[in-house]
Antibody, heavy 121, light 113 residues
């Protein structure tokens, strides 16, 4: 059974870059799409972007200028970078696998446990 | 973007009673040629990640109890818990995957009355 685990700093200073990694275990990262989703404290869910194991990406237009998602198939990991962060980027960040259907994105399953990143000086 | 709006924001239901959550999309998520609604439901318990319950608006994920059911088409959808159990206390989210970016409803908090 595939398991995802997020890792990275829990505190980032304003204007700096948030960096997180998602490690996939129990299965290969290959042949799947993967995603990052965030949830500000007490609020709803916001999709950040997709990545295919080949490295192709698709980002949320609302964050496209600040977000980069990459993949390292040798480590069975994919990563998120969000630059120029502000307090509004404080959230629990989840990684998840994307179910696809003929190359079209569908639902998210499974999800990692999530990691809280606080933006504060 | 497709805006997903859930109602109510919160509801309290007695154990064993029915809980009904509504989700409305700002445009249809029915793909006519496939006759499929591109909508999923998730359950999020406190301190946990969301868990997939239902996809294609009405297909229950493997292992999900049959007291959970999804219905609706086009722009109006419903998640029903037929007989609320204590372990069903959670926030429930709908999500459309008809177009990118995928978007979620704001969530409905279900608690025990």
């Amino acid at each position: 059974q595939v398991h995802l685990q997020e890792s990275g700093p829990g505190l980032v200073k304003p204007s700096e870059t948030l960096s997180l990694t998602c490690t996939v275990s129990g299965g290969s990262i290959s042949s799947y799409y993967w995603t990052w989703i965030r949830q500000p404290p007490g609020k709803g869910l916001e999709w950040l972007g997709y990545i295919y194991y080949s490295g192709s990406t698709n980002y949320n237009p609302s964050l496209e200028t600040r977000v980069t998602i990459s993949v390292d198939t040798s480590k069975n990991q994919f990563s998120l970078k969000l630059n120029s962060v502000t307090a509004a980027d404080t959230a629990v960040y989840f990684c998840a696998r994307v179910f696809t259907d003929n190359g079209d994105y569908r639902w998210f399953d499974p999800w990692g446990q999530g990691t809280l990143v606080t933006v504060s000086s | 973007d497709i805006v997903m709006t859930q109602s109510p924001d919160s509801l309290a239901v007695s154990l064993g009673e029915r809980a009904t959550i509504n989700c409305k999309s700002s445009r249809s998520v029915l793909f006519n040629s496939k006759n499929k609604n591109y909508l999923a439901w998730y359950q999020q318990k406190t301190g946990q990640p969301p868990k997939l319950l239902i996809y294609w608006a009405s297909t229950r994920e493997s292992g999900v109890p049959d007291r959970f059911s999804g219905s609706g088409s086009g722009t109006d959808f419903t998640l029903t818990i037929s007989s609320l159990q204590a372990e069903d206390v959670a926030v429930y989210y709908c999500q459309q995957y008809y177009i990118t970016p995928p978007t979620f409803g704001q969530g409905t908090n279900v608690e025990i009355k």
